[in-house]
């Protein structure tokens, strides 16, 4: 039906910047929300930073990059984006960006397993000291 293609992702130093891109293989794509995940390896997929417009538009973020990393779209390119400011070498991983595209009461928006049923196939993010 629909695919989800990051990219964006490559190697930088801490204290950069980098802008991950989230775009969808068709122009039209209805999606009540957007997360972003990250994962390295031996470790669980842990949550980033979401977009929902269920109610509006609201946006979360994980403690650890709160103020730094900013979620974003451009609904004319069909496209979420994920702005990493200040990067450091822990947020090397590999970056996913998924879509809630069924029709749901409930929206837990760090909560991969149960909330996001359509997943890209993820970014390099390297950040190196």
């Known amino acids: 039906q629909v695919q989800l293609v990051e990219s964006g992702g490559g190697l930088v130093q801490a204290g950069d910047s980098l802008t991950l891109s989230c775009a969808a293989s068709?122009?039209?794509?209805?999606?009540?929300?957007e997360g972003w995940f990250r994962q390295t390896p031996g470790k669980e997929r842990d949550f980033v930073a979401a977009?929902?417009?269920?109610?509006?538009?609201?946006?979360y973020y994980a403690e650890s990059v709160q103020g730094r990393f900013t979620v974003s779209e451009d609904n004319a390119k069909n496209t979420v984006y994920l702005r990493m400011n200040s990067l450091k070498p822990e947020n090397t991983a590999v970056y996913y960006c998924?879509?809630?595209?069924?029709?749901?009461?409930?929206?837990?928006?760090?909560?991969?397993?149960?909330?996001?049923?359509?997943w890209g196939q993820g970014t390099q993010v390297t950040v190196s000291s």
């Open positions: 977009i929902s417009w269920r109610r509006g538009r609201d946006s």
């Open positions: 998924a879509a809630v595209t069924g029709e749901s009461d409930r929206y837990y928006p760090r909560s991969g397993r149960t909330s996001y049923d359509l």
């Open positions: 068709r122009r039209t794509f209805s999606r009540s929300a």
